[in-house]
C-alpha cells in the first residue's frame, strides 16, 4: 500500500508542476508540461505493473 501512496503523492506534485507551468515564461512551460507527461505514463506502467503483480499473489 505505500507504493500507491507514494504514487498518489508524485501524482500531486505533477499537478503543481502544472500548475507552475501554465505561468512559466514562453517555452519553459511546454518542457515541464511535456515532463509531467512522461511522468504520468511511467507512473501508469507502474501502476498497471503493480495491479498485475497483486492480481498474480491473489491467483496464488
Known amino acids: 500500500m505505500k507504493e500507491l ?3 498518489s503523492e508524485i501524482y500531486k506534485a505533477i499537478s503543481a508542476v502544472r500548475f507552475c507551468a501554465t505561468n512559466a515564461p514562453l517555452g519553459m512551460g511546454d518542457i515541464l508540461f511535456d515532463q509531467c507527461e ?4 511511467a507512473l501508469t506502467a507502474i501502476e498497471q505493473q503493480e495491479a498485475a503483480s497483486l492480481a498474480q499473489e491473489k491467483r496464488r
Not at 512522461?38 to 505514463?41: K, P
Request: no cysteine; glycine share 0%.
Open 5 to 7: 501512496d507514494a504514487i
Open 38 to 41: 512522461r511522468l504520468e505514463i
